[in-house]
Each structure stands twice: as structure tokens, then as C-alpha cells.
């Protein structure tokens, strides 16, 4: 499969892999379902959601124990965490490719990215907001890692695969009708339900 930007690439080959091996614990299953119950409580009446590069479905996993009547699809470019994904999620609700390749046909009570836009290109975050946006048609849950000003720091020993700035503020400048309702911040050395210093955005469309 061919790709428009590097990063693509990094996460779509064996580094791809290598995080999925690293991010599949009970534990980070347990924290998800803390996550979400804080990140999530001021919405109403959410029975579909989609996640922008999904990886394994550790999210949805844990929001299918939250919302045992919500319907989930996923957006995932490594065809290893693709297969994992079949395993909870019909293939018609998988679009297995790029972010940056996905044309929304339908809308979402819910879309939500957590993790994925701090590792995509900085010249394609405008492509992708206006995919988030497109796709969602009550709530958007970005969980990033936050920066006031644009940022890129090393990342396990690569350059150029991480990237830290206001996302949540930039979608909101860009789409007008996304206001946010609520926000908060994960922090890596919580004693019981640690992230990754997450800081989490939750927008609803008017």
C-alpha cells in the first residue's frame, strides 16, 4: 500500500506492531474505562461512534463495556492491529487504510481520535479536522497531547513522528460550529487509572 506522508508509513510497518505489543494490558483497559466515564459524562443519547485510527480497539473495547448498545466502527492503517479489530467489529465497519485516505459517506453520534493526531504530518491536520467534523454529527473527543504553540519532540528515538499543539483549538477555529463542553487532563502517574498526560477536549456540533 502506497502513502502520501512518512509517517503513514512508520505506523503502518513493523513499528506498528511494536506498539501494539505495548498497548494491549488489562491494565490500559481498566484505565479506558475510567477515561471515558470522565471524558464522556456530559453526553447524551451517543448509539455510534467511530474512531480515527483505532489500532487494536482497546477504546472501543472499553467503551463497548460502558455502552453495551452503542455501534462502533474503526479507522485503522496497520493491517496487524486491522485483524485484532475483527475480532470485535464486523469487517463492513472497518476502513482499513489512512486517515488520510478516508472519505466520510455517514455521520456519528461520536467521532473520536485519541493518541493519532500528535503523530500525523503537520501539513495534512487541516485534511483531517475537516474529516473529524465531517463524520461527527453530535460529539468530537480529541485526547492529544497539548501544547499552546506547535511543537515536534523526539519519539523513541525518531524525529518527525511526534507533533504537540492546541488541536481542540484549531478544530474550533477552523469549524465554528464545534464548541467544547467539557475538558480535562490524564495524567501518566495517577495512582489507579494512568493514561499517557492526555489532555482531552470534548466539542459538540451545533
Known amino acids: 500500500m502506497t502513502f502520501k506522508t512518512e509517517q503513514e508509513n512508520f ?15 488489562e ?3 481498566a484505565s479506558n474505562l475510567d477515561f471515558f466515564t470522565k471524558a464522556l459524562k456530559s453526553t447524551q443519547d451517543v448509539k ?18 460502558l455502552y453495551p448498545d452503542q455501534h462502533h466502527s474503526a479507522i485503522e492503517i496497520n493491517s496487524d492491529a486491522v485483524n485484532e479489530l475483527h475480532k470485535i467489529l464486523p469487517k463492513d465497519n472497518i476502513f482499513e487504510g489512512s486517515i488520510l485516505d478516508f472519505n466520510p459517506k455517514k455521520v456519528f453520534d461520536l467521532v473520536l481520535i485519541k493518541g493519532v493526531l500528535i503523530h500525523i504530518n503537520p501539513d495534512e491536520l487541516n485534511n483531517v479536522y475537516d ?8 460529539y468530537l473527543l480529541v485526547a492529544e497531547y497539548y501544547n ?8 523513541r528515538g525518531h524525529i518527525n513522528r511526534l507533533f504537540k499543539r492546541d ?3 484549531e478544530i474550533m ?9 467539557d475538558y480535562g487532563f490524564s495524567y501518566r502517574r495517577d495512582p489507579k487509572f494512568p493514561q499517557d498526560d492526555i489532555t482531552w477536549f470534548l466539542m459538540e456540533k451545533s
Not at 131 to 138: F, G, I, P
Request: hydrophobic share 40%.
Open 167 to 169: 488541536f481542540a483549538g
Open 173 to 181: 477555529d477552523r469549524h465554528p460550529g464545534m464548541k467544547i463542553i
Open 27 to 29: 491494565k490500559l483497559l
Open 131 to 138: 474529516k473529524l467534523v465531517t463524520s461527527c454529527s453530535k
Open 11 to 25: 505506523w503502518a510497518e513493523s513499528f506498528g506492531q511494536e506498539y501494539i505489543d505495548r498497548n494491549k494490558s
Open 148 to 155: 499552546p504553540s506547535p511543537v515536534t519532540i523526539p519519539y
Open 48 to 65: 455510534t461512534c467511530i474512531e480515527f485510527g483505532a489500532n487494536i480497539g482497546m477504546n472501543i473495547k472499553a467503551l463497548k463495556l
